[in-house]
């Protein structure tokens, strides 16, 4: 069990990571903040015979979320050891960001239909990050 909680973190770390800075926005879209005050991971785990559309069915989710006030970077991610399971790393400007993503008509509409695709209810993980920007790791660094 212990494997599996880090595998996850290290997952949404790489993810993270890698998109911090939001992907596939029009120029001018909206104002960016290159780190969250509110920071969720999540993992969902789908049905299998549905789990190779997830990303597609998620799609409209996604582009809303990402477009919504105050969001910085909405990823989705497939588990490396289960095919079946996808993480989700959203970045929100502040709490009222989060609690205003998490009370709009696209995140209900999809609460509607996603239980009829999930195995299980989604855990989730949600921290407020104090710090401010991007902190580079000193221990790695290219060759």
Known sequence: MARDRRSHVVAAHQVVTRFGCPRQYPAGA???????DDLRC???TIRPERSHQWL????????????AAGNIFCEWSRNVDDPHQFIVVEGFESKEADEAHLNSDYFRAAMA???DLIVKAPE???????????????????R
């Open 30 to 36: 909206r104002r960016r903040r290159s780190q969250p």
């Open 42 to 44: 999540g993992q969902f």
């Open 56 to 67: 597609s069915l998620i799609d409209d989710f996604t582009q809303a979320t990402r477009h």
């Open 113 to 115: 239909w996603i239980p």
């Open 124 to 142: 989730i993980v949600k921290a407020e990050v104090p710090q401010d920007g991007w902190h580079e790791v000193t221990e790695l660094s290219p």
